[in-house]
């Protein structure tokens, strides 16, 4: 009677079982047909977020992609910033965490921020992007997998379309390429191509396309609305630790307590321009170099600190003789302590690139309505790409392995974006499935305990209870101990035991 409930219920279970596994399967599926979406070309996304993960800091950028003209061999995808608050800022930078609470934190208001730019209705087809640069290359490589997975894994609870390859330590000369691209397409100067200049806190870059099309350069392909591509050829150079904020690190544990030029004068400092070049020149790189530049032909644009530090007193053009002459009022006036060091720094970098004295320079910040950073040059990439059959490469010298996540974390990521629903029924069906593992053992345990001892088949007696086993050394033992006294089981048995004893 027990074993027939025990199969009952085992087919009920069963039952049962089949049932919630395809109705999990049915949920998971659905889930995930509605929040990863295929991104073809004819289903490219409006939106795109960008996170710049830089050093001091994390900022997020929300584009829009606007191609309101027709397609023509010399007309590029349109990208403009998505509304005039499209961009917020979070410091510090995400290297400086090394918790999972930290770096969900950091991310959490980015994220929001950018939830509320895009149209709900356009969040599950946005692509994310967090690039970071010189604050995460600093790190080691174990601890950069790190912090990107556990970035990879939050971004996948905000809704939005993350690409495999979507979280990456972009490498110096990728950041700078990206912005030389970024600066032309807002000056419109792919023609001519101005060279790009940028003083990040980690590390600067410097990126121009010389006239000869020799030594190791990077090849970028651009590509019309029209289909058409044109091909640039591009010197681009980064130095890490030649960061604003690097360089002043470093200069700082070079001062041992002496007095510091580089502050403005009367605050423990002799407020000397010459002097605090002379203790910042030693901090450059030897491989400073660059092949010869024509400065008169090529002109450069310079975005971060060749504006916060330089526009306010120079204006938007200047020269590197001007710079050397505002930065010695600098290190004058206590109210411009800051920019001294920053001037001097500045100074000697141009100057390791054997910049003229009158090689004349523009610094931005926006161009036009448009705030220049160069993740707009990542947008650009893909909206090119969306364009025409194969997709768009950037061939750069050395161009480091990208981070790509895990099965494990991709597991992950993936259980994070599954519904609540979904998430119940799959545990139930793996509670059911413990169940069922139990009932089955169950069974085959009852079995074992109900078993009836049979006939012998052979001899045709009941099977009684087996004889004990003797080992063969008691056997021999009694045959021998026999002759001695047969009188008396007792005494045979006291003998045996006095002989196993002995042993």
Known sequence: MLQKLFV???????LILLALSLFTLATILLSYSQTHPTTTMTNWPKYTVVIDAG??????MVY?????????????????PAGQNWTLKTTPGISSFDTQDGITSHLAPLLDFATSVVPQEEISQTPIYLLATGGMRLLPQTRQSWVLARAW??????????????????SGELEGL?????????????????GFLDMGGASTQIVFEPPHKSGSLAKVTLRTLGGTEHEHHVFVRSFLGHGINEARRRYTEMLHNTTDPCLAHGIHSTGSFSHCMEMTAPLLSQELSLPEIDFAQQRFVGI?????????????KWDLEALERAASGFCQHPAEASLCFKAAWLANVLRGFNVPLKAEFESVFSVGSTE?????????LNAMESIGPRPLEIELPNEPTQWSPTLCIRLLARWARVPWPAKLALLLTVLWAVGFAATVFCIRRHRKMQRV???????GIEAGPQPPMYLVSDVYRARVAAPISRSSSVNNLLLANRRRGGD
């Open 8 to 14: 009952r219920l085992t087919k009920w279970r069963i």
């Open 55 to 60: 050093s001091s800091g994390s900022r997020v």
């Open 64 to 80: 829009r992609r606007n191609d309101v003209t027709q397609p023509s061999n010399s007309s590029l995808p349109r990208i403009e």
């Open 153 to 170: 894994t939050f971004a996948h609870t905000w809704g939005f379309l993350v690409p495999q390859t979507g979280f990456q330590v972009v």
């Open 178 to 194: 990206l912005g030389w691209l970024a600066i032309n397409y807002l000056m419109d100067t792919f023609d001519s191509p101005r």
């Open 304 to 316: 971060s600190e060749y504006w916060y530090t330089l526009h306010d007193h120079l204006g938007p």
């Open 372 to 380: 220049v950073s160069w993740t707009l040059g990542k947008v650009l």
């Open 453 to 459: 001892p049979r006939k012998d088949e052979s001899v």
